[in-house]
Structures are given as C-alpha cells and as structure tokens.
C-alpha cells in the first residue's frame, strides 16, 4: 500500500559505529516482516557499513561485502531471510531480468538495495529508504517512509531513537 503522507527522520551520524547502531535499531524493527529498503548515497558513504551492522543485529556472523560483481547475495537467517543487492555495476535496468530479479521479491524476505536508481522500473516501491552522505567529518543520515509499512517503521524507529538517547543522557 502506498503512503502518501512521507515520514522523514534526519541524523548526524558521527562515526561508523552511530551508521551501525542506526542499522541495529532498523534490523530490532524490521526483523519479523517483509521489507524493502532503498540506500542511497556516494561512494564509501556508509551503504555497506549500514547492511553489515543490519545483518550482524539480524545474528549474521559472517564477514558482510558489497555485492557489487554478483549483484545480489542471499542471507538465511533464524528470524528471515535478507537479499543484500548492490547495483552499481549494473549498465541497464533491463539487466535485472536477466538474473530473475523478480523471483528475489516473491519472498518473505528483506531486500537491502544499493544503488537502486540503477534499476528503476524493476524494482518494487521501497517501503524505506535511506540516504546517506558527507557531512563534515561524519555522516548526514536521511531515511524516509513510501508505504503504510515504511511509515509504521519510521515511527517505530523514532520512538526507538527518542528512547535510547533519553537513557544515555
């Protein structure tokens, strides 16, 4: 279902370890449902530190790469299953039919997508999306919401945040 009214929430993310407490939160919320998430942003922003620390708190102890050659790779774990893709290196849209795309949408699953402007028009809305830059020397962190889901996400997170930065000061 599609919400029209966005949520948004916006972060200054001073260290690799506050881009890993964000994904944790986002995984603790995420874990029992299908989810789309969308991240955005340049070169070593933070996509991949983001999808290592979401599936370490999902209880992945492997070592987490970009797969930026083989464009998609599957995690199955106790709670859900999670596809991390990376399309970076993807010339056309199109190529994702190539590789079945579709089939990795029709589970009960939660896809992690990089750079998904490289394949619009094949891929599902996102029910998130997360975006990420420069800023200083840390991180600026902007996630918004696309569905009804995306939106009881944002504000279960918000919740979590208000939460966590209460008990820590």
């Known amino acids: 279902m599609i919400n029209n009214h966005h949520e948004k929430y916006s972060a200054f993310l ?11 939160i986002l ?3 995420c874990c029992n449902s299908a989810t789309v998430i969308y991240l955005y942003g340049s070169l070593g922003s933070g ?16 070592n987490v790469k970009s797969p ?3 464009l998609v790779e599957h995690y199955e774990l106790a709670l859900i299953n999670v596809y991390h893709f990376d399309l970076y290196r993807l010339s056309h849209p199109e190529e994702l039919e190539f590789i079945g795309v579709r089939d990795y949408f029709d589970h009960n699953a939660i896809h992690l997508i990089e750079w998904p402007q490289q ?15 420069y800023k200083n020397k840390g991180r600026y962190a902007k ?3 696309y569905t009804i889901h995306g939106g ?6 918000k919740g979590a945040t208000r939460l966590l930065y209460a008990c820590l000061s």
């Open 14 to 24: 001073q260290n690799e370890t506050a881009t890993i407490e964000l994904s944790a």
């Open 27 to 29: 995984a603790t919320i």
């Open 47 to 62: 996509k991949t530190t983001f999808s290592r620390g979401f599936l370490h708190k999902l209880g992945y102890q492997g």
């Open 68 to 70: 930026t050659y083989t």
């Open 119 to 133: 394949g619009e028009g094949f891929l599902p809305q996102p029910d998130i999306s997360l975006h990420l830059s």
């Open 143 to 145: 996630i918004i919401s």
């Open 152 to 157: 009881c996400i944002l504000k279960k997170f």
